[in-house]
């Protein structure tokens, strides 16, 4: 009877395959002007969202964050991606936003700048991954059925 293999490195060794394979490091994607693009989604809205080296100004369908979105939480949710990674004031944004409300909007652009900040810097993608800013939020706003006021909710039920 043959001997049986237990780890890894034996199965490798017997299919001829080396057992280390080397990871090779992701470069960053960047385009003529040295700007990074990424494609933004929340809900409805989509953004489409370039970061470059800068000040910190941020312009979202050509006004400023603090003129486009108003509320402070929005523009706190903007300034998350830099926050985790530690990046505050480095990068301008300029993104463009379509559909949907402004906070969906807002997590849109969000989403944009982290998907950005990840390809402009491919080191900074372990923070970004372990707090959720690259894995888009799907949940959506769910259909109205026939037979009840709306989603879910039914008509008020009387006996008599």
């Given at each position: 009877?043959?001997?049986q293999?237990?780890t890894l490195?034996?199965?490798?060794?017997?299919?001829g395959?080396?057992a280390?394979v080397?990871?090779?490091?992701r470069e960053p994607?960047?385009?003529e002007l040295g700007?990074?693009?990424?494609t933004?989604?929340?809900k409805?809205?989509v953004a489409r969202?370039?970061?470059?080296?800068?000040s910190?100004?941020v312009t979202v369908n050509?006004?400023?964050?603090?003129e486009?979105?108003?509320?402070p939480v929005?523009?706190?949710?903007?300034a998350q991606?830099?926050?985790i990674t530690?990046?505050?004031?480095?990068?301008?944004?300029?993104?463009?936003?379509?559909?949907?409300g402004l906070?969906?909007?807002?997590?849109?652009?969000?989403?944009?700048v982290?998907?950005?900040?990840?390809?402009?810097e491919p080191?900074?993608r372990g923070?970004?991954?372990?707090a959720?800013?690259?894995?888009?939020?799907?949940?959506?706003?769910e259909r109205?059925k026939y037979?009840k006021?709306?989603?879910?909710k039914s008509?008020?039920?009387?006996?008599?």
């Amino acid at each position: 009877m043959a001997e049986q293999i237990n780890t890894l490195e034996e199965l490798g060794a017997v299919a001829g395959v080396e057992a280390a394979v080397e990871e090779t490091p992701r470069e960053p994607v960047r385009d003529e002007l040295g700007r990074a693009y990424a494609t933004g989604k929340r809900k409805d809205a989509v953004a489409r969202v370039w970061i470059k080296p800068g000040s910190g100004k941020v312009t979202v369908n050509g006004k400023p964050q603090n003129e486009y979105f108003a509320r402070p939480v929005l523009q706190m949710i903007l300034a998350q991606p830099f926050g985790i990674t530690g990046t505050d004031g480095q990068f301008d944004v300029v993104a463009t936003v379509k559909g949907g409300g402004l906070s969906g909007q807002a997590g849109a652009v969000k989403h944009g700048v982290s998907k950005a900040l990840q390809l402009y810097e491919p080191s900074l993608r372990g923070a970004l991954k372990a707090a959720g800013f690259l894995t888009r939020d799907s949940r959506v706003v769910e259909r109205k059925k026939y037979g009840k006021a709306k989603a879910r909710k039914s008509f008020q039920f009387s006996k008599r």
